[in-house]
T-cell receptor, first 113, second 115 residues
């Protein structure tokens, strides 16, 4: 079945450092790919998405490109802030599962001043 | 616009006791999901409703878990009897006909501790 694998955390970075969180997927057909974020004490919320190969999703300075050839959707940000500290989840949805989200295990990010 | 509302936020029970979680989705959202999130893991789908119909309950442990969405609006997830391994966060999410596939709105979750 479909699955998502993302790098394990925790990831600790200094403010203004470059961030990469790796995500790869296994899926049939043409899934849509997502990054969701969970800030401390809050619910999961959509960060960005891409619905087809070579699409780039972006939001709040984060971006990720849907790479079908490497089945990847890595999350990047050029300069992280303390407020970016959260848990980040890579996910996919596919027509064969009624478009329900299939999540990775999450990567915890801590940004220090 | 109010978000997805879940209650209770926290629940502590003894094993073998019953427990119920309630979810009120965003107004107009016809699709409702219950997810289970274990500590350090990503959410896993338990059940998906389209209006009042459960269209995917393949991952719901039906021996002790049940869910309902009688009028196609709010929903209840029940565990009876609870086991130690049920300690987790139960997430409710919803999406509407205007949302693209995979764009879900989540509640803050109900954290269950079974002693």
């Amino acid at each position: 079945g479909d699955s998502v694998t993302q790098m394990e955390g925790p990831v600790t970075l200094s403010e203004e450092a470059f961030l990469t969180i790796n995500c790869t997927y296994t899926a049939t057909g043409y899934p849509s790919l997502f990054w969701y974020v969970q800030y401390p004490g809050e619910g999961l919320q959509l960060l960005l998405k891409a619905t087809k190969a070579d699409d780039k999703g972006s939001n709040k300075g984060f971006e990720a490109t849907y790479r079908k050839e490497t089945t990847s959707f890595h999350l990047e940000k050029g300069s992280v802030q303390v407020s970016d500290s959260a848990v980040y989840f890579c996910a996919l949805s596919n027509s064969n599962s009624g478009y329900a989200l299939n999540f990775g295990k999450g990567t915890s990010l801590l940004v220090t001043p | 616009e109010a978000g997805v509302v879940q209650s209770p936020r926290y629940k502590i029970i003894e094993k073998k006791q019953p427990v119920a979680f309630w979810c009120n989705p965003i107004s107009g959202h016809n699709t409702l999901y219950w997810y289970l999130q274990n500590l350090g893991q990503g959410p896993e789908l338990l059940i998906r409703y389209e209006n009042e119909e459960a269209v995917d309950d393949s991952q719901l442990p039906k021996d002790r878990f049940s869910a309902e969405r009688l009028k196609g609006v709010d929903s209840t997830l029940k565990i009876q009897p609870a086991e130690l391994g049920d300690s987790a966060v139960y997430l409710c999410a919803s999406s509407g006909p205007g949302q693209r596939a995979g764009e879900l709105f989540f509640g803050e979750g109900s954290r269950l501790t079974v002693l």
